[in-house]
Structure formats: structure tokens, C-alpha cells
């Protein structure tokens, strides 16, 4: 499939039996998801956008959600040693794949009406085999154009503020606002970055005020909808990111579309993204610098690469985003 044939969402809701929703069997290559919609083309035309060279880092460090919203792993431990007193080499103990800036993969969830991405039986998501794995997006890196969509920009303007401790869900609308003033469209292939402050929000508050948040449950994002699914993939978004925990909001809004086929997700959208679409979530990433950078420059795109680390068979992995403008 290429961008100019792709199906509409509604039209992939028109699919038989267990490919109903999905993307399965679409893409030329099974396990790569919607980082394919960024081809050749688009590599090259991204490759237009830096004129500057100024270069941004989109990862925060390993630890920098110590603690954080995740109640899961141990804190990582680096650890450096010496084998004589010339030599040094170091390691990670207990490194959680997404535990700061991340990139999730398509094993990270499965549907609890269809299963797996690409029809990926649940045995075969085990450590060691490469379907769906991250490293498919390792061997050939997802590069192409970012665009970043600042909402806290445009709330800022108005004067108002994302009330981030209730963990505000973002409408829709929201989104459409800011590209809309931004004059930006977008085009198969984008990966879309949505900067709302919640890093720098929560990164800014005490060690016991992170723990109250991580038991309040509550994290800012995008509400849960039809309609940006629709917009996410009727775009062609090779990756949606956000510097949020979930890029959705959480708990999910009471009204989700979303209740009765997700279930063990309190109705989330991942499952719809990741095991359906295919198409992988950024999250927790560092998008402060850049956005401020380019309100400066009132220009709101960048060359984007993501380059997972090559682990065969992992869920996910840090971003190691980088963005050039």
C-alpha cells in the first residue's frame, strides 16, 4: 500500500472478519506499521527542511522520571567498572525500556478482540523472536518530517492553562486549533508532536509531590475519540508522539468508545493505534527546547529520526528522537 491508495479508517471499518479496523496485510512489509507511510519521498523532502542546523535532542535522561507515573520497574542503576586501571565500562541494572522517552512498539499491546498486530499469535511474543518486534524500526530507522503542534502555545495566547494535576483530557479540537493557527498541514508520513507542558509540569514538582500524582492516577492527554483516530490515520501519521505519559489522557474519559473493546485498558486507544493501525506511540518526550525554539522562528517543522535500540523481539524502547531544523 502507498499513501495515494490508502483506505480511509471508515473504509478500513468495511474489512472482513478479524481485519475489521485493522491495517493488517496492507503494507508491504507485515510488521513495520505505519512508519511505512514515511518512504523514500519523504525522507528525501525532509531532508529539505534543515537549513539552520540546529540540532535537539528529544529524549529526557533514563532517570528522569524517578519516580514517575509508572508504578512498575526498579530504578535503573549505572554502573561503572574497571577491569585494570586503564580500562572502564559500565552497565544498566534494571533499565525499563519506557521508563523516560520512549517509543512504543507493536507488542507493547495487543486487542482484546482481535490479538496482536498483523495477527500475531500471543505465543509467539515471547524475548527472542523478531515478529512485530522494535528492531524492525532499528534496521531501518523512521525518518521523515516532524511537525510539532503546540497546544500549550496556543492555550498560552488565551490565557489559560492545562489543569495537568486533574490530568485534563485534551479535546480534539485542541489539536485542529493549533495547526490551524500554526498554518501547518499535514502530510502522509509526518510524525505529529504534541507539546502540552506536561513534562516540565511534572518535572518541576517535588519527589512527594510526583508520588502523589503517581497514586492519583490522573495524567493529561488527548480524550479518547473516534475522531482522532480518524484524523491520525486518514493523515497518514507514520507516529503520533506527545510529551505526556500516555499521549491519551488517563483515567480514560467515562464516555470512551472505546469501554467494550478494551476492556482490560479501561477503554484507551492504544489498542486502536498499536495492534490495529500499527501505528507506534511516542511518549514522555522532550519537546520544550524545540517548541520554544521554533515559536521564535514562528516555523513549526523539522528533519525527524527515530532510531529505537535494536533489540530483537522488545515492546519498546527509548526514542532516541532527534529533530534538525
Known amino acids: 500500500m502507498t499513501t495515494h491508495d490508502r483506505p480511509s479508517r471508515a473504509e478500513l471499518h468495511d474489512r472482513p472478519g478479524p481485519l475489521r479496523g485493522t491495517s493488517w496485510e496492507l503494507f ?3 510488521w513495520r506499521g505505519t512508519p ?6 519523504a525522507v528525501v523532502a525532509a531532508a529539505g527542511l534543515v537549513q539552520l542546523g540546529e540540532t535537539f535532542g528529544l529524549d529526557y535522561p533514563i532517570d528522569a522520571f524517578t519516580p514517575g ?8 542503576e549505572h554502573v561503572i ?12 541494572n534494571s533499565f525499563y525500556l519506557q521508563s523516560s522517552s520512549q517509543i512504543d512498539g507493536l507488542r507493547h499491546r495487543r486487542a482484546d478482540d482481535v490479538g496482536f498486530y498483523a495477527g500475531i499469535a500471543d ?3 515471547v524475548p527472542g523472536t523478531e515478529e512485530i518486534g522494535i528492531q524492525v524500526w532499528a534496521d531501518r530507522p523512521i525518518v521523515t518530517r516532524g511537525v510539532l503542534v503546540d497546544i500549550a502555545g496556543l492555550l498560552a495566547r488565551r490565557e489559560e492553562v492545562l489543569d495537568h494535576e486533574a490530568g485534563e483530557p485534551i479535546p480534539f479540537d485542541y489539536i485542529d486549533q493549533a495547526l ?11 510524525i505529529v508532536m504534541l507539546h502540552t507542558g506536561w513534562c516540565e509540569w511534572f518535572l518541576g514538582l517535588t519527589i512527594e509531590q510526583k508520588l502523589a500524582q503517581q497514586a492519583l492516577g490522573r495524567a493529561t492527554g488527548i480524550a479518547q475519540s473516534q475522531e482522532v483516530l480518524d484524523w491520525a490515520w486518514d493523515n497518514g501519521l507514520a507516529l503520533l508522539a506527545a510529551d505526556t505519559f500516555a ?15 478494551a476492556p482490560n485498558d479501561r477503554g484507551m486507544m492504544h489498542q486502536e493505534f498499536l ?10 518526550w522532550r519537546l520544550g527546547p524545540l517548541a520554544h525554539r521554533m515559536d521564535q522562528l514562528q516555523r513549526w517543522e523539522a528533519f525527524l529520526s527515530v532510531k529505537p535500540l535494536n533489540i530483537t523481539g522488545a515492546t519498546g524502547s527509548p526514542a532516541n528522537a532527534v529533530a534538525i531544523i
Open 28 to 30: 508491504d512489509d507485515p
Open 36 to 41: 511505512s507511510f514515511a518512504d523514500e519521498q
Open 69 to 76: 507515573m509508572s508504578t512498575a520497574g526498579k530504578p535503573v
Open 81 to 92: 567498572y574497571a577491569n585494570h586501571p586503564a580500562h572502564r565500562d559500565d552497565c544498566l
Open 123 to 125: 505465543e509467539q511474543v
Open 180 to 190: 490551524t493557527a500554526q498554518a501547518v498541514e499535514l502530510r502522509p508520513g509526518d
Open 247 to 261: 499521549v491519551e489522557c488517563l483515567p480514560p474519559v467515562p464516555d470512551s468508545p472505546f469501554l467494550q473493546s
Open 275 to 284: 495492534a490495529k493501525l500499527g501505528m507506534p506511540l511516542g511518549e514522555l
